[in-house]
């Protein structure tokens, strides 16, 4: 997870440092305002707390109740998508409307020209600044520079590093949805 949201940041045109890993040991600094380029997604490139899901829902649960929660395990979706799609429409108590087809959106694509990415601050000054005229250029621009091949894989030792950081927060994640997920972390 940690990993996919530094290439949605590369991706958005937040994230400057492309190596995953370098980017993760950056967060420290981060945290502290610094190496952020001209994102406003300050608090995204603090990985490790962003994708701490069971402190993040634990967070959640000191001001709501487990009873308006309903947490989705990604892996329940690529397993059975049509049995979590009713436990949302259950959950929602809305109709089921048959739907049995659930295709997938917004796959994991790269930069074609990561260069292009050094154009993304002359965005967030004409969005700052309320220009809002646009002749749709960029999003061609945005879709010619994407392309759809998969992420690269982590090193042995970035993962051994990231199961032993998750390692905890699985833990409490396990604990909250009363279901052993430490497979993720083994």
Same mark, same amino acid.
């Given at each position: 997870m940690a990993a996919a949201l530094h290439n949605e940041m590369i991706m958005a045109g937040h994230e400057t440092m492309l190596d995953f890993s370098r980017a993760w040991d950056l967060q420290e600094e981060r945290r502290r305002g @610094?190496? $952020?380029? #001209? &994102?406003?997604?300050q608090r995204r #490139?603090? %990985?490790? +707390?962003?994708? &701490?899901?069971?402190?993040? *829902?634990t967070r959640l649960l000191q001001v709501t109740t487990k009873k308006q929660v309903l947490v989705l395990v990604l892996d329940d979706i690529v397993t059975d998508a049509r049995r979590e799609y009713l436990r949302v429409l259950n959950f929602l108590d809305v109709q089921d409307d048959? @739907? !049995?087809?659930?295709?997938? %959106?917004?796959? !994991? !694509?790269? $930069?074609? %020209?990561p &260069?292009?990415? =050094? =154009? %993304?601050? =002359? $965005?967030?000054l004409k969005a700052r600044l309320g220009l809002n005229v646009s002749v749709g250029l960029w999003r061609r *621009? +945005? @879709?010619a520079n994407r392309d759809s091949k998969p992420r690269h894989d982590l090193s042995p030792e970035m993962l051994a590093h990231l199961k032993e950081y998750f390692k905890g927060d699985v833990a409490c994640l396990s604990k909250l949805l009363n279901r052993d997920l430490t497979g993720w972390v083994e």
């Open positions: @610094r190496h $952020l380029g #001209f &994102s406003w997604a #490139f603090v %990985y490790g +707390e962003a994708c &701490s899901l069971g402190a993040q *829902i048959g @739907r !049995s087809h659930f295709p997938i %959106y917004n796959t !994991s !694509s790269t $930069l074609k %020209y &260069s292009v990415r =050094l =154009l %993304y601050p =002359l $965005l967030n *621009i +945005e @879709r």
